[in-house]
């Protein structure tokens, strides 16, 4: 279809701008539509799959979803001006726009704010130069607002989400009872940390798929052909791509697994992807779901007595919590915050990163389903290639661009603080107190990949010697100075104490080694 194809022959009153993560339709930017005058633009560029590797499926994912709205769009009678892919010759958002707006000369230009700080200098930048300004509209996506973060914010020493999350409970109603939170507690993380037997998870009930359609077939072959040499490939491309699709996944999850989600889930297992998990975040990046009805979905669920209060406070906490709270640091910290490093990590991401290649299990096992599927549940992020990125001391950007382009539902708003932030501590505790460090003990608890491994989880030096647990104890060896009074890992740094100057030398050439082959592989 040509890129103009069911706009209107003369020149528009508002140029409504809609992104590739902006696809509900209660969107500001509809406020106000007049059918017989207005026009959406959407546009499917080279440079949001290639500002950094994106995998295939992710490119996939996001543009079925922008086809199929756009034609449930046209269904309403909303003209949408599109530009796809082969038809695009501009290669960015910027550059698409500028030329439309020369052709088409709208009186005013209109969007929601993107949830991508370059985004917003670059398409604003684009209108400016043809002399727009573009009327930026409040995002009523969220549960909570700029203004309140801001707020929050407001004076504190250090940001931290338990008091946040509190506020959004409260403000909302969600899990509370009167004044007090549902079930007598705010928080059942201690609940909500068991890990599966020898004898594993048994049999899953396997999550609700959704075979492409025509449509979704079109872009699956556009994007194999196009961006081939990404990482990746869609042949096992199943996410949901509409609401209608989004709102049967979510039902699933609510029935099959959000009632042992808070006991499971920081399980891991060698071969499963999924587990207990939701699988829900594309579909809310996309905005094909809301985080509040979402929520509203898992209370309802514990309130009819189908799921217990701890599996549904850990998953409202995750969205209602984590997600809001990390857009609201990511819009409050941008854009030095991008640049930060902190541990003054300067080593290169490895190659097994991107390809799964390496000998050892949990990395070869997680990256490897990554890299087929798009996707990995939240702990394998932080404490399986998060972690090890962490303890290598990887350049805290390398880490960033490999998450954002390698999992589907990476959107950079809510993917760079959860990198920077949390996973790899490049903020120096501005999103959470301390880093998430852990030896190779913590994944022979959580998992069953130390079983599948030839090192041994308890040694840090020596031919058996697994590398999170020497890593791990190098870490403390290279930044002791700034944890030794640390509340949180004070304990960590007196227990490296304990270690002879023998065994930490030791330690020392076992990193130093390890840190060169990874360098090198």
Request: aromatic fraction near 10%; glycine fraction near 8%.
């Amino acid at each position: 279809m040509p890129p103009g194809a069911g706009s209107h022959p003369g020149a528009p009153r508002h140029l409504v701008v809609v992104l590739g993560d902006q696809l509900n339709e209660d969107s500001a930017v509809f406020d106000g539509f007049d059918v017989g005058t207005d026009l959406v633009w959407m546009a499917e560029v080279r440079a949001e799959s290639t500002h950094v590797p994106s995998h295939q499926a992710r490119t996939a994912l996001f543009l079925a979803a922008m086809r199929h709205f756009r034609e449930a769009l046209r269904d309403r009678g909303i003209a949408v001006h599109y530009r796809e892919l082969d038809d695009a010759s501009a290669s960015t958002l910027g550059a698409a726009l500028a030329e439309d707006l020369a052709t088409l000369r709208p009186q005013a230009v209109v969007g929601v704010r993107p949830g991508e700080y370059r985004l917003v200098a670059e398409i604003g930048d684009a209108a400016g130069a043809r002399g727009y300004a573009i009327d930026w509209r409040e995002d009523r996506h969220f549960i909570s607002s700029d203004a309140e973060f801001a707020a929050f914010a407001h004076g504190r020493r250090e940001l931290r989400l338990e008091y946040f999350y509190r506020q959004l409970r409260r403000r909302t109603g969600l899990l509370m009872d009167g004044d007090a939170p549902a079930g007598g507690e705010w928080n059942y993380d201690a609940a909500n940390r068991a890990g599966f037997d020898a004898a594993g998870p048994g049999l899953l009930a396997p999550p609700r798929t959704f075979p492409p359609d025509a449509l979704t077939s079109q872009v699956l072959q556009l994007v194999a052909r196009v961006f081939s040499g990404n990482p990746g490939s869609v042949a096992h491309f199943d996410w949901p791509v509409t609401r209608a699709e989004a709102l049967l996944a979510l039902a699933d999850f609510i029935r099959q697994r959000l009632p042992l989600f808070g006991r499971y889930q920081d399980a891991m297992w060698g071969g499963e992807t999924l587990l207990y998990h939701s699988r829900l975040s594309a579909a809310l990046n996309l905005r094909l779901l809301s985080p509040l009805e979402v929520c509203q979905a898992a209370e309802a669920a514990y309130r009819a007595g189908r799921a217990p209060i701890e599996a549904v406070e850990g998953f409202v906490r995750q969205i209602l919590g984590w997600r809001e709270y990390v857009r609201g640091i990511y819009w409050h910290a941008m854009p030095a915050y991008a640049a930060g490093n902190a541990l003054a990590a300067h080593a290169p991401l490895p190659s097994f990163y991107w390809t799964g290649d390496t000998e050892f299990a949990c990395l070869a096992d997680t990256i490897g389903r990554t890299l087929d599927r798009g996707y990995a549940h939240h702990i394998e992020r932080l404490m399986v290639t998060g972690l090890f990125a962490l303890l290598l001391g990887v350049e805290p950007r390398a880490v960033h661009e490999w998450y954002l382009g390698i999992y589907v539902d990476a959107v950079e708003w809510v993917e760079l603080p959860n990198v920077l932030g949390m996973s790899q501590h490049a903020d120096g505790g501005l999103m959470a107190s301390k880093p998430y460090i852990a030896s190779g003990r913590y994944l022979d608890r959580a998992s069953d990949h130390c079983r599948r491994c030839p090192r041994d989880p308890a040694r840090a030096t020596g031919a058996t010697a697994c590398p999170f647990t020497t890593l791990y104890w190098d870490f403390l060896e290279r930044h002791a100075g700034r944890f030794e009074r640390h509340p949180r890992m004070a304990q960590q740094v007196r227990n490296l104490t304990r270690k002879t100057d023998a065994e930490r030398a030791e330690i020392r050439r076992t990193a130093d080694a390890l840190r060169e082959r990874c360098a090198l592989s």
